[in-house]
């Protein structure tokens, strides 16, 4: 239940221990101000802010936390910095990790933040938190990213779910990060590959049957509308209708051509990215692309120099198809953890969990490709330019997809409820 | 003898009190009606009545024959005839366990002693106060009863990683029983609602924090450890230390007696047979001796306002937990008159679900007409859709393929080993079709169903799920094997046995032309009676 209030704007730890402690006091009466405030915005009506319908987000979710230092910020021949090597990259004088050699020649073509600096340093907390910007504590669970998305901006003309969420394990109809929105915004999880249940037609029905079957469904539904109101049968009709997008898009979950599985690599990040790839051609408007295992407080260097060459082979794919066919115009792309990873190596070769010095990597729609932005001190220890809290990333992210952040809120049972962190803005260095 | 008559039109336009006291469902209509100077649906048609009555009263729509003798019966009584028949049917139990499971649990689970309570209870029409004292102070020495405690002992289990919800549980006991969500002034008096203090939750909150699951029992239990110190909380807004004893919203707080260390038990912990003290001051007996009583307003208030949930399909008051001042009822005077008629006629549902069953506006149409076109829901001049339950898209499911013949009847309640075995190994049980019909149609855990959210989750399970599809083809007794044998009038026997209608002129020569001049009859027929199943008229309660 508890949640710091106090703005972060430069981010130092010990601050973090003082709005802790502080709770009840400082914190609180900052939460009581802002929602004061809130009463002289008006809700715009977002749809008509969304002038490009097409927008869409890959939302690349490396659970555990990456290592900053083996990843976006290496610190090679220092006291913490391990003993991997930096490497150029296509931006002069930006270097990074020697375990992301394709990466970094697609550095010109993303937007990198090394100043980030968040809260909770545990997974239980951590992930729920980022993913969902860390609001003010308002007594509500807010939505995480992909559904928010989904409720700002809904689904695309493809009449696909607007929530998708590529990961390995179970898949299924997941409810748990719509928060208040309600279910319906939950996430559409595809698990291991397989297709959500009861997705393919059974033998017993061919398509033409099919079409059959539904045309008398919708002779009875005609009939009972003629005197009935709209509003229970629209939404009924849109569920099916989406169902049959579904259907219709059963070759998503086709075994994908050899030649694609050697560019994204045969591991199931690359497998699963190459999913959330065809996902977002088929119009999907935000795809969540889940890799876990990353949590490594034993064996960090050996852990790293196995996970990172999968994630930069499929990160690089992905980026570099999104960009050949002209779609980083229009999705928003984002690869991020819950938080980095110490700097101090611990007794196990490990490296822990560190929220206060962290790194997050961008490209696509409304961001500024080639900005490397945020820097921390020589051994990665703290952030020395401006720290960023998720809640500016949120902003950022939001205003890239054409959503004004500190203008729109979610109305919730008469409650207004700001979409981002009301202490925070947007980062206009991201931003193009 | 010619002024009679006129003496009763005369009567029917003033408002003098008839001699002989009004019955509810009489009040009901006037209440209604004087709210709004709109014009008002008519009355609905008997098939339109008879589909929606089964549902409500006993959970899923009727069987051919029960349709054609209610649409054949003539006599002017025979909807409240066809109302106390139903009520005495043995299916109403389990309706109403039903509805007040999805309401109560919120489908946290299910539990066979909890089932046992609710449908002995609804079985005897025990009294609603009765049930919540039940729920609230579980008696665990009546075997028949004692599942009640699982309203408290799930809502103490963890799921997930979140620490024990103590405060959930003091929210949905406001929720339930009172109306009212407190969740909001759970640190500080709620910011919205001026009714809502931070102390009311507190108050509650301070009846269940030192309750317990019981680990000594094979059966739903709660303990209670010694309650020695009023309950010390703060604000977050406000500065100072704040405290409270066990308290209800509106009553004096409880005070906690002193007892000399180690003489808090009235029965000391047994070491060996686990069973934990019982300590001599258990918040709970209060809170069970003064939520559900007859001077407990909002007790009285919340119970009508479900009840009239249950059949209207809204609350008076809604959401049904947000009643205060800026929320208020939608009709004052008729919740209030309900609330305590309710109480007076000693918390009786069987007789509160009567009287709204017999009111016009219960049986209004639910057809939109020019002068209704513009009717709020709250407003009561029409009818409004309901979406139908998980439970009663099962049932009536069952009922209009006529798979429910082919399944042998359920003789016992839930959890009964013996019928079960038996079931699966006829190949189905109705536990079975119950898991599959909740992973399509019901909500996930702790989100109320009392909004129509349909999902493309149970458009899929309707559209391939192999549980529905394979109701479909002929076998001996069911329907589509009674339309093989017909080689006419298909139309007729889809609507009244899917429906509960008879089909329009269009409707007949639609499904007759499609079937009749199909290749391949058989599979049209499968079709046909899966359009119907799919379709809007049947998922919704009109």
Not at chain 1, 61 to 86: A, V, Y
Not at chain 2, 7 to 20: E, K, N
Not at chain 2, 150 to 160: H, N, Q, V
Request: hydrophobic share 35%; net charge negative; aromatic share 10%.
């Amino acid at each position: 239940m508890s949640s710091h209030q106090a703005p972060n704007p430069l981010c130092k730890p010990v601050e973090h221990t003082l709005s802790r402690r502080h709770l009840l006091g400082a914190g609180a009466a900052a939460s009581a101000i802002g929602l004061g405030g809130l009463g002289g915005l008006v809700q715009p009506l977002v749809a008509e802010q969304m002038q490009q319908k097409e927008k869409q987000v890959l939302f690349i979710w490396i659970d555990g936390g990456m290592s900053q230092l083996e990843s976006w910020d290496p610190k090679p021949n220092t006291h913490f910095g391990g003993p991997f090597r930096s490497i150029a990259t296509s931006i002069p004088g930006v270097h990074i990790s020697e375990l992301m050699p394709k990466t970094s020649r697609i550095m010109h073509k993303l937007a990198l933040d090394r100043g980030v600096c968040t809260f909770d340093n545990s997974h239980s907390a951590g992930v729920p938190r980022i993913n969902r910007g860390d609001p003010k504590d308002r007594g509500v669970i807010y939505p995480y990213f992909g559904s928010a998305v989904a409720n700002l901006m809904g689904p695309s003309d493809s009449g696909l779910p607007p929530y998708v969420w590529v990961k390995p394990g179970s898949g299924g109809f997941k409810y748990q990060d719509a928060g208040f929105l309600g279910p319906k915004y939950g996430a559409l999880a595809i698990g291991e590959g397989e297709p959500p249940p009861n997705i393919l037609l059974p033998e017993s029905v061919d398509t033409q049957q099919n079409d059959d079957r539904n045309s008398l469904r919708k002779f009875a539904n005609q009939q009972y509308s003629k005197t009935r109101p709209a509003t229970f049968s629209e939404a009924q009709n849109f569920v099916f209708d989406t169902a049959h997008a579904l259907m219709k898009r059963r070759s998503l979950f086709n075994e994908p051509a050899p030649k694609d599985i050697a560019r994204y690599g045969d591991t199931p990040l690359g497998r699963d990215m190459l999913i959330g790839r065809k996902m977002l051609e088929a119009g999907v408007r935000f795809v969540k692309v889940n890799s876990y295992g990353w949590d490594t407080h034993g064996d960090n260097f050996n852990a790293h120099a196995s996970l990172m060459p999968r994630f930069d082979q499929a990160f690089t794919a992905v980026v570099e198809d999104l960009d050949e066919r002209g779609m980083l115009e229009h999705v928003l792309v984002i690869a991020m953890s819950e938080f980095g990873r110490t700097p101090r190596i611990n007794g196990h070769i490990g490296r822990d969990h560190w929220p206060e010095a962290w790194s997050i990597a961008m490209t696509g729609t409304g961001i500024k490709q080639g900005a490397i932005i945020g820097e921390t001190n020589t051994e990665g220890t703290w952030v020395t330019s401006e720290a960023h809290d998720i809640g500016h990333f949120f902003h950022t992210w939001f205003n890239a997809l054409g959503i004004d952040s500190e203008h729109t809120e979610y109305i919730n049972e008469g409650q207004p409820l700001p979409i981002a962190n009301d202490d925070c803005s947007p980062i206009q260095e991201l931003l193009a | 003898m010619k002024i009679y008559p006129l003496l009763a039109v005369l009567c029917c336009f003033c408002s003098i009190q008839p001699l002989v006291a009004q019955q509810l469902h009489e009040l009901i209509d006037q209440h209604i009606e004087q709210a709004s100077p709109e014009p008002f649906a008519a009355e609905s048609t008997d098939s339109e009545f008879l589909r929606r009555i089964y549902l409500d009263l006993i959970g899923q729509i009727p069987n051919t024959s029960e349709t054609l003798e209610f649409l054949s019966d003539t006599a002017t009584d025979r909807r409240s005839r066809l109302i106390d028949k139903l009520l005495e049917d043995s299916r109403y139990s389990r309706r109403m366990s039903e509805f007040f499971n999805v309401m109560l649990m919120e489908r946290r689970g299910i539990d066979p002693d909890w089932q046992l309570f609710l449908t002995s209870s609804f079985n005897k029409n025990m009294a609603w106060d009765k049930m919540v004292q039940h729920m609230v102070s579980p008696d665990t020495s009546n075997e028949t009863t004692r599942g009640s405690a699982y309203f408290l002992t799930k809502r103490l289990e963890k799921y997930g990683q979140n620490p024990t919800d103590f405060p959930g549980l003091a929210r949905d006991i406001g929720r339930m029983f009172l109306g009212m969500d407190l969740a909001c002034a759970q640190c500080h008096d709620h910011l919205f609602i001026d009714d809502y203090k931070q102390a009311d939750f507190q108050g509650l909150f301070a009846f269940i924090n030192n309750s317990f699951i019981r680990s000594d029992t094979d059966y739903p239990a709660i303990g209670m450890k010694p309650v020695k110190v009023r309950l010390e909380f703060n604000s977050v807004f406000e500065e100072g230390n704040f405290s409270t004893g066990p308290k209800l919203p509106g009553l004096s707080e409880i005070p906690i007696p002193e007892f000399i260390g180690g003489e808090e038990f009235a029965v000391e912990p047994n070491k060996e047979t686990k069973a934990p003290g019982i300590p001599k001051f258990n918040p709970l007996d209060f809170l069970a001796k003064q939520l559900p009583t007859a001077t407990n307003e909002s007790f009285n208030l919340n119970a009508a306002n479900r009840i009239w949930y249950l059949m209207m399909g809204r609350g008076i008051v809604h959401p049904m937990d947000l009643h205060h001042s800026d929320n208020p009822p939608s009709h004052p005077q008729l919740l209030s008159l309900m609330g305590q008629q309710l109480a007076d006629n000693n918390y009786d549902i069987k007789w509160c679900i009567r009287q709204i069953a017999l009111s016009r506006t219960y049986q209004r149409t639910g057809t939109i007409t020019p002068s209704v076109a513009n009717a709020k829901r709250h407003e009561y001049r029409v009818f409004s859709e309901k979406p139908l339950s998980a439970e009663q898209l099962m049932w009536s499911m069952l009922t209009a393929t006529g798979q429910l013949n082919l399944i042998p009847p359920q003789t016992t309640t839930v959890g009964s080993d013996s019928t079960e075995t038996q079931q699966e190994q006829l190949g189905e049980s109705i536990d079975g079709i119950r898991t599959d019909f909740l992973d399509a149609y019901a909500n996930p855990p702790r989100e109320p169903e009392t909004e129509f959210a349909p999902s493309v989750r149970g458009a899929l399970f309707v559209l391939n799920g192999p549980r529905v599809l394979s109701w479909l083809p002929a076998k001996p007794g069911n329907l589509a094997d009674l339309l093989n044998k017909q080689d006419r009038e298909y139309a007729d026997t889809l609507y009244l046995a899917i429906l509960s209608r008879k089909p329009t002129l269009e409707e007949t020569n639609y499904f007759n032309q499609y079937i009749g001049s199909h290749s391949d009859k058989t599979k049209a027929i499968e079709q046909a009676i899966w359009a119907l199943l799919a379709s809007n008229e049947f998922a919704i309660n009109h």
